[in-house]
């Protein structure tokens, strides 16, 4: 079972900029990033392949969030610029070994959450 523990999240005025990290016990083939907002529905953001770092982001953040990761550490980043108050939500680390969909779906391994508010 793979253990993912995130940390980062905050309050943060609109235009500011925040952190996540997630550190992993193990690698799978890909780790992503999802956030669910009250009253909606979780959704995917970003993703990352351990082995050649290829990324892929919702459209919504793409230019905005950078995901990145530490090998050494087992561990993923996501930096968040230019926030927006709709970028609020509750945001997870998530880990998949699924080859076929780690660009946005089925990811089978999930962190606690950390909060992320942008005030306006």
């Known amino acids: 079972q793979v253990q993912l523990v995130e940390s980062g999240g905050g309050l943060v005025q609109a235009g500011g900029s925040l952190t996540l990290s997630c550190a992993a016990s193990e690698r799978k083939y890909a780790m992503g990033w999802f956030r669910q907002a009250p009253g909606r529905e979780r959704e995917f953001v970003a993703a990352?392949?351990?082995?050649?770092?290829?990324?892929y982001y919702t459209d919504s953040v793409k230019g905005r969030f950078t995901i990145s990761k530490d090998s050494a550490k087992n561990t993923v980043y996501l930096q968040m610029n230019s926030l927006k108050p709709e970028d609020t939500a509750d945001y997870y680390c998530?880990?998949?070994?699924?080859?076929?969909?780690?660009?946005?779906?089925?990811?089978?391994?999930w962190g606690q959450g950390t909060q992320v508010t942008v005030s306006s």
């Open positions: 990352i392949k351990w082995s050649d770092s290829s990324t």
């Open positions: 998530a880990a998949t070994n699924r080859r076929s969909t780690w660009m946005n779906k089925n990811y089978e391994y």
